[in-house]
């Protein structure tokens, strides 16, 4: 009843990055131990990503979102606005897309999920 808190997975919409899943085909994102494990809803199909394979999470609206991956600035919304979590991995990346409320997370897992980049690097 007062344990720690189990972090419930992020809805979101996949927007590109998984062949198998439709462009705004609804999904669940949750990184389990050592991996991110992407859910399609109905028919349910996952997807997973070990931690090791992921370069990066980017969160970032809409706009900028198009601008670097489409060229373009512009917005699909229909009165909501959209963030993207985008995540580069060794053979591409998957965008991600939900809402404000979605968007504190998304910043979460670029902040606290990939390992700090060390105070020094040898080259």
Do not use: N
């Not at 990055?17 to 990184?31: K, M, Q, W």
């Amino acid at each position: 009843m007062f344990g720690k808190k189990k972090d419930a997975p992020i809805r979101v919409m996949h927007y590109e990055g998984i062949d198998a899943f439709a462009s705004d085909y609804p999904c669940t994102l949750e990184v389990k131990d050592d991996k991110v494990v992407i859910t399609r809803i109905k028919p349910e199909t996952v997807v997973t990503l070990p931690l090791s394979r992921i370069s990066s999470f980017s969160a970032m609206e809409e706009p900028r979102f198009m601008e670097r991956y489409h060229g373009e600035a512009k917005r699909t919304d229909k009165g909501t606005s959209k963030y993207y979590l985008v995540i580069q991995y060794d053979k591409g990346m998957i965008a991600l897309w939900g809402t404000a409320m979605e968007y504190g997370k998304f910043l979460d897992l670029q902040k606290k999920v990939l390992p700090e980049t060390p105070a020094t690097i040898e080259l």
